[in-house]
Each structure stands twice: as C-alpha cells, then as structure tokens.
C-alpha cells in the first residue's frame, strides 16, 4: 500500500479529489498538507477538514503550510471557486485544533523516515521551500504527481500559463530542476489532460439518485464553479483539474504522455509557462513524464464508482453510458 502525503489548496476540485482519494483503499494518507493557492494556506485547511468530514476520515491530519510565494505577491482564485473557496456553500467549519507543526516541517520529518509519494494540486511552495532546505530529501519521493502546467493546450489564467504554476512559477522552476539535478521525474497532469474532465448537470444528478447524500454534498460545492465555467468559457458544468490527478497516481493506465525536460517561466507575460522540449532541442535528460491523453469516460466511471462506494460493477443508466462515452 503506497504511503502519500497530499498536498493541496482546496479549492473546489481539491475537496473532489481528496474525496477520491480518502475513499481508495489502496492509499495510505500520511497526511495533507495545504498551502496558498485557489485560497489561503490557512482557509484550505479548513476545507479540507470539511471533505475529510464528508468522507468520514477525520483521523487524517491536516498541517497548514506556505502562505505566500517564493517570490512575489500573492495572487488568489476564489473568483473562481468563491469567497470561502468551497462555491460559497458556507460550510460549517469542523471543530478541532491544527497541528502547530507547519507543513514544511512535516513533510521533512516524513521522508527522513522513508520514502513517500506526493500528490501536489496546488501551487508547489511547500515542496520548493522542503527541498531549498533539504535537497538530498529529493531522492526520498517515490512519486511526485503535480497536477499543474500545460503543453499544447492553452492556460487557464493566461494565454500561456495554468493557475498553480503562474501562483508560485519560481516554486515551480525550482522543483523542476531539482527533479533533474537527482535525475528525477515529475509527472505533470496538466491543462492538456484535466481539460478534458468535466462534471456536467447529468452525471451530477445522477450521483444525487445513486447517492443522495453525497450528491447533495457535490453540488452544494460545485454550482458556483459551474457558474463560472459558463460565463467564462462557455462549458455547461465544470472543468474538475485535481481528482484526475489522484485517479492517475491509483491508475496510471488511465493517461499516457511523453517524457521531456521541463522548464518553468518565471516572469514577464509568459510568467507560470511550462516549456516543455518537446523536439529535445536542449539535449537534457527528461524531468518529467508530460501527460497528453487520457480516457475521460473510463475516468468519470471511476470517480463516481469511488466516491459513491459503489461496486465496480455498478449499473448505469443508459443516457449516462451514453453520455460518458462521449466525452
């Protein structure tokens, strides 16, 4: 069973994914780090509990971690996932304390004991700040999934850029090319991919009939997002980046992508870009396995089969088959 620490800023699509992720038996959470991303370090703790909550794993702890970037002012997206970063569903906050140990600190204790994956869906301030401080816990990760950047597809806060590299592009740069400097390899689902998964009105009232409960959880989180998707992008339901991340780690069936070297902009108009060599112009060893593919029907039918427990061998409904085959 892969021992993972998720680190994350919920956000919306977090709150998805970490629902994913504490109902798969085959994970076992350490814990969940947060840090300045979609919302403030300290909010997304918050919000995680409330999806911990939902899942009934509150025994996972939560350690708060970065609040700003490495470099530069902070930049928040709850214009797009709302003023409490959960769709403004205003969720009873989940009594309790925090550890005082910062995320930081955390994760370094976790890996001087052994080796550890990490799920990133956030900005990657934490990571960067670990390994500035501790380079040789590098080589300690198993597997860095990051769910950030994007190669042929356009940005999503630029032209050029997807949102948790443009939050912290130094943070980003840095655990590149250290990934690089230990002859690692980040695997980045990015933009190219995540697009591609998006929860539409149908399946989330199907997810009411199988699973009122849950259901009602999911859209009381997601209406304002889908909102959102509207009137900016003209996509009726929302575009959900982060669980695809986590189904990935569990599955890496599900994506397929190319292995190149990676470099991360940091500043002027192209600030947050992922240039991606695609044609091995600079002749480096590969930092990342770049995703470019995945099946999104076989993932929406795994989503919902977890975070619904339901059995693999669930009957769905005609329309929604119909509907999953076609995206």
Request: with cysteine; proline share 6%; charged share 25%.
């Amino acid at each position: 069973m892969p021992k993972v620490i998720i680190d994350c800023d919920p956000g919306i699509d977090d709150v998805l994914a970490l629902l994913l992720a504490a109902a798969s038996p085959e994970l076992e959470i350490v814990g969940i780090t947060t840090v300045s991303g979609n919302v403030p370090a300290d909010m997304g703790a918050g919000n995680a509990r409330k999806a911990l909550a939902q899942a009934g794993r509150l025994d996972i702890p939560v350690y708060i971690g970065e609040m700003v970037p490495l470099k530069g002012k902070y930049v928040d997206a709850m214009d797009t996932h709302g003023s409490d970063g959960l769709g403004e569903s205003f969720l009873p906050e989940i009594p309790g304390v925090f550890p005082e140990k910062s995320a930081v600190d955390f994760l370094e204790e976790e890996l001087e004991k052994e080796e550890i994956s990490i799920i990133a869906l956030g900005p990657l301030t934490n990571l960067a700040r670990l390994f500035l401080k501790r380079p040789e816990l590098v080589d300690r990760v198993s597997r860095l999934v990051s769910m950030g950047g994007n190669f042929k597809s356009h940005g999503n806060c630029s032209p050029v850029a997807e949102y948790n590299y443009w939050c912290d592009p130094k943070a980003a740069r840095i655990c590149y090319q250290m990934f690089a400097d230990a002859g690692k390899k980040i695997e980045m689902a990015g933009l190219d991919v995540t697009r591609k998964i998006v929860l539409t009105p149908n399946l989330l009232s199907y997810m009411e009939r199988l699973d009122p409960k849950t259901g009602a959880f999911v859209r009381k989180v997601t209406g304002f997002y889908m909102d959102f998707h509207w009137e900016y992008e003209g996509i009726i339901g929302c575009v959900i980046n982060d669980p695809l991340a986590v189904a990935y780690f569990l599955d890496p069936s599900l994506c397929s992508g190319i292995e190149r070297y990676v470099e991360v902009e940091t500043e002027g108009i192209c600030r947050g870009q992922t240039v991606v060599d695609s044609m091995n112009f600079w002749k480096k060893e590969p930092n990342s396995l770049v995703l470019t593919e995945t099946d999104a029907g076989r993932f929406m039918r795994f989503f919902l089969t977890r975070i619904l427990r339901k059995e693999d061998g669930t009957r769905w409904a005609k329309e929604e088959l119909s509907c999953l085959e076609q995206l």
